[in-house]
């Protein structure tokens, strides 16, 4: 999943963009109102967090010409400006949470989640593929019982490809939901994590194929009759 930060701190973004990744989300960070249009209006992002105290033009006008324009990605504001009366102005001006500064790291990630969930559609805490299973709270997977052990990297290809399962995903979307704006499309990269996790889910004796390259399309998660490549 990919996150716009949009923060003006740098010491502060700099220490929740750690604390994102860390988690296996993809972070770009805007330092301003004007660059945080800029990237939301070219990249598909699943969730912004957003400062309202910022140069230039605030959060609040930010969020609300992101709405004007049509972008309906979930907004969670981040101030110190805490005042009921805050909240609400927040709101209405089309923020789908709000949180006041100073927070715990734990409950962001909380709500993080719980924007994420919301989404387009409820998203499930326990992913489920054949007999891989992903629990997103803890971010632990399984095979067959056995426990798969992933990068942060890897794993938030994989819950990707599990939430979309039985889809061909091409590289271009994976990029753009687990990668941050420094990937280089011309790279290896995605083909290099395929094979690692394919290689980790295949280890012993695993049962079916769930991994599979569709050719010159993309990738597939789930159980195939006539798997691919």
């Known amino acids: ?55 230039g033009r605030s959060g609040l006008e930010v969020c609300a010409e992101l709405r004007a324009s049509g972008i309906s990605v979930p907004i969670l504001m981040l101030t110190a400006l805490d005042h009921v009366s805050d909240r609400i102005s927040g709101l209405d001006h089309g923020a789908d949470d709000y949180l006041g500064k100073p927070f715990d790291l734990e409950e962001l990630l909380a709500r993080v989640r719980a924007l994420l969930r919301r989404g387009t559609h409820l998203e499930k805490d326990v992913i489920e593929a054949c007999d891989l299973r992903l629990d997103t709270r803890s971010r632990t997977v399984t095979r067959g019982g056995r426990r798969v052990d992933l990068t942060a990297k890897e794993y938030a290809l994989l819950e990707y490809l599990a939430r979309r399962q039985g889809e061909v995903v091409g590289r271009a979307d994976i990029s753009e939901h687990v990668w941050e704006e420094t990937y280089d499309p011309f790279s290896n990269l995605i083909e290099v994590y ?36």
């Open 194 to 229: 395929i094979q690692r996790l394919r290689r980790k889910l295949e280890e012993g004796d695993p049962g079916p194929r769930l991994l599979h390259t569709r050719r010159g399309q993309g990738y597939l998660l789930g159980y195939l009759e006539t798997p691919d490549v």
């Open 1 to 55: 999943m990919r996150i716009l930060l949009v923060e003006d701190e740098e010491d502060a973004a700099r220490i929740l963009a750690k604390g994102l990744r860390e988690r296996a989300y993809a972070v770009d960070i805007a330092n301003d109102g004007e660059s945080a249009i800029a990237k939301a209006a070219v990249s598909d992002y699943d969730l912004i967090l957003l400062d309202i105290l910022l140069p």
